[in-house]
């Protein structure tokens, strides 16, 4: 931390000219004999820093001396801030965004400044809850991912009761805004949902990494079984044109849009990860989309019509829908999956 604070003194004095020991401390949010132990430093190291006493007097760089953040235009150094802007809630990066703009030649910086202003992160959802949930435990794991260290993880997976595991971080992917880590366990790799993670122990022990290890390829590898399991099930059904676009919403790139009918509706194809919850799915819709088959998804549809029916007509409740031997029945039970989770395959 000490070598941060030269360099942060060393910049503020690049920018000021001249500082008092007061100033210095109120920037870098330290005491005073703090900071006046790192000018002292400064000078001690051979850096052409001196103090002068007495009114008007302060600390300065002798001849106007400069150290520059060289190598970066004035495109480019926009588009750094630009992209680490928003982020800049975080105390780390709000320091090092401070030790850049004062680095930068003084055309450059009222341009960066201004970057850094240009964009913010809502770290809520519409229903106003947090998604960022996942950011305690994130700076842990991407310090045992660069560092190479084995983990003992603690971890919630979908209807079960929370665990700890030994993991191998090998590296963090980012997915339609959420978080995963990728892992070696002793059943191969994995994804986990940080959003999941409820603790992060370093072991302290090397990771085992696979030979010719590549995170991005591993990714499209766990990632593509659980996207070919999202098109299992295809229904062809017939929709409303005031509830395409509400379908579309909902269901995005599995739905397939065709032609229209004679009756003015529209032609669909949906795809969905199994009968029961591409039913649970389209039942929202109503009676502006109507499935004409398979089978399976219709039948389906048919069961939670009735149950609804007889749970607001004020009937006895319907039992929950168990395993049967029925093959329009044979899809697992419980609630519908939650479709963002991660692979089945992922622990």
Request: hydrophobic share 40%; aromatic share 4%; glycine share 10%.
């Given at each position: 931390?000490?070598?941060?604070?030269l360099?942060?003194?060393?910049?503020?004095?690049?920018?000021?000219?001249?500082?008092?020991?007061?100033?210095?401390?109120?920037?870098?949010?330290?005491?005073?004999?703090?900071a006046?132990?790192?000018?002292?430093?400064?000078?001690?190291?051979?850096?052409?820093?001196?103090?002068?006493?007495?009114r008007?007097?302060?600390?300065?760089?002798?001849?106007?001396?400069?150290?520059?953040l060289?190598?970066?235009?004035?495109?480019?150094?926009?588009?750094?801030?630009?992209a680490?802007?928003?982020l800049?809630?975080?105390?780390?990066?709000?320091?090092?965004?401070?030790?850049?703009?004062?680095?930068?030649?003084?055309?450059?910086?009222?341009?960066a400044?201004?970057?850094?202003?240009?964009?913010?992160?809502?770290?809520?959802?519409?229903?106003?809850?947090?998604?960022t949930?996942?950011?305690?435990?994130?700076?842990?794991l991407?310090?045992?991912?660069?560092d190479?260290?084995r983990?003992?993880?603690?971890?919630a997976?979908v209807?079960?009761?929370a665990?700890?595991?030994?993991?191998?971080p090998?590296?963090?992917?980012?997915?339609?805004?959420?978080?995963y880590?990728?892992?070696?366990?002793?059943?191969?790799?994995?994804?986990?949902?940080?959003?999941?993670?409820?603790s992060?122990?370093?072991?302290?022990?090397?990771?085992?990494?696979?030979?010719?290890?590549?995170?991005?390829?591993?990714w499209?590898?766990?990632?593509g079984?659980?996207?070919?399991?999202?098109?299992?099930?295809?229904?062809r059904?017939?929709?409303h044109?005031?509830?395409?676009?509400?379908?579309?919403?909902?269901?995005?790139?599995?739905?397939?849009?065709?032609?229209p009918?004679?009756?003015?509706?529209?032609?669909?194809?949906?795809?969905?990860p199994?009968?029961?919850?591409?039913?649970?799915?389209?039942?929202?819709?109503?009676?502006?989309?109507?499935?004409?088959?398979?089978?399976?998804v219709?039948?389906?549809?048919?069961?939670?019509?009735?149950?609804?029916?007889?749970?607001?007509?004020?009937?006895?409740?319907?039992?929950?829908?168990?395993?049967?031997?029925?093959?329009?029945?044979?899809?697992p039970?419980?609630?519908?999956?939650?479709?963002?989770?991660?692979?089945?395959?992922?622990?």
């Amino acid at each position: 931390m000490r070598a941060d604070r030269l360099v942060a003194t060393l910049l503020f004095l690049q920018e000021r000219g001249r500082v008092t020991v007061p100033e210095v401390a109120a920037e870098l949010e330290v005491s005073e004999r703090t900071a006046r132990r790192d000018l002292e430093a400064l000078a001690a190291a051979g850096i052409p820093v001196y103090s002068q006493r007495g009114r008007g007097g302060g600390w300065s760089l002798v001849g106007g001396a400069r150290t520059n953040l060289t190598g970066l235009t004035a495109d480019e150094t926009r588009a750094l801030f630009l992209a680490t802007g928003p982020l800049s809630a975080t105390p780390e990066l709000r320091t090092t965004l401070r030790k850049l703009v004062r680095a930068l030649p003084p055309t450059m910086r009222a341009q960066a400044e201004a970057a850094t202003r240009a964009g913010v992160v809502d770290a809520t959802d519409w229903s106003r809850n947090a998604v960022t949930a996942d950011a305690a435990h994130r700076s842990a794991l991407q310090g045992a991912v660069v560092d190479g260290i084995r983990v003992r993880l603690g971890y919630a997976a979908v209807g079960k009761p929370a665990g700890e595991r030994t993991v191998d971080p090998l590296g963090l992917v980012a997915k339609a805004g959420v978080d995963y880590l990728v892992a070696g366990t002793d059943n191969g790799l994995r994804t986990f949902r940080l959003s999941r993670v409820t603790s992060v122990e370093p072991t302290g022990e090397p990771v085992t990494r696979p030979p010719d290890f590549d995170l991005a390829t591993a990714w499209r590898t766990l990632s593509g079984a659980f996207q070919d399991g999202m098109h299992a099930v295809t229904a062809r059904a017939r929709v409303h044109p005031d509830t395409l676009a509400l379908l579309q919403r909902f269901l995005g790139g599995r739905v397939r849009v065709g032609g229209p009918l004679p009756d003015g509706w529209t032609e669909v194809w949906v795809d969905g990860p199994a009968a029961k919850a591409l039913a649970g799915h389209l039942a929202g819709l109503g009676a502006g989309l109507e499935v004409l088959e398979p089978p399976e998804v219709r039948q389906w549809l048919a069961r939670i019509a009735a149950d609804l029916t007889r749970m607001y007509a004020g009937e006895e409740p319907p039992a929950p829908h168990g395993p049967s031997s029925s093959s329009t029945d044979s899809e697992p039970s419980g609630p519908l999956p939650n479709f963002r989770d991660t692979p089945r395959r992922a622990s």
